[in-house]
């Protein structure tokens, strides 16, 4: 059985119904998923419970205490991203205490194939395996965090937890204490707070198990050393994350953007596309027009180039 957690609130369902169903469609092991969420409609929860029982799967709903997160705030990304972001530095406080390996996913993500070995890395005494974030080379962010560059950053979106080592290590509880401390430090919300404690009990993992936005952007200097390593990887990515700009937004110009639109398609919402708007349309016409023209450089790379 693989567990699987996400945090949503009623604005991300729809992307949430991508993401699993990406997921059940590619993986045939029996799937629990555990949805942290505050304020869902009985119809939302239905969508997500009849999307995996098509798939002999099963959707549990958790509606963690709002006092948990008393105090704390959003800071980066404050237009896109909620509070329940900080909900999965309490997984394992909210969670069935039978469940030892959770997979944590983010719902701006497509999975586009077997996750099972991923799943089955090796976590013995250690809280979590993770990709590292794209912005793990800024020095800035370890002297805010005050903790050293070579222990590295990983990007949350994407974690398998040692449930029981976090319980262990009372980890929600040290993410809590962290930031009523610190709270000048935390500027990457819930990701600052994780790897703040768990940077010296993670094992970090191969890109294709959290191929995030940035590393399909344009380089200063593309060279063959950097095509040899990134390019497989980024033409197959296994869990596909859209960290910056959503394919559903109407200028989204990723060159996986239609990947996520094939699951949507498999889901209530098949063939909503920000296109059929004639607003966004044009919006979209004048706002990519530069690029098609050359008078600006193309944002990402051309992968078949």
Known sequence: MIHVACNIDSNYVKHCAVTLVSLFENNKEPVSVHILANGLTDEEQKILIHLAEKYDNKVFFY?????????????????RISMATYYRCILADILPKNID?????????????????????????????????????????????????EDSYFNAGVLMINLRYWREQQVG?????????????????????????????????D????????????????TQEWKTKYEYVLKNPVILHYTNRKPWDYDSQHPLREEYFKYLDMTPWKGNRPSHSIFNRCKRFFKLLPFHLGIRKAKYVDLYK
């Open 173 to 205: 509880r040290a993410c809590i204490d962290y930031f009523h401390d610190y709270p000048e430090r935390i500027l990457f919300n819930d990701q600052d707070l994780l790897n703040s404690i768990l940077h010296k009990s993670k094992v970090l993992v």
């Open 207 to 222: 890109l294709r198990w959290n191929v995030q936005d940035g590393f399909y952007r344009n380089p200063k200097n593309i």
């Open 63 to 79: 509606a963690p205490d709002d006092n948990l997160l008393k105090g704390f705030t959003i800071r980066k990304f404050s237009k």
């Open 101 to 149: 390996r959770l997979l944590y996913i983010d719902c701006d993500i497509v999975i586009l194939g077997n996750i099972s070995d991923f799943w089955n890395t090796p976590l013995d005494g250690i809280g979590v395996a993770a990709v590292e974030d794209i912005g793990c080379g800024e020095k800035e962010r370890y002297e805010i965090l005050k903790y050293p560059m």
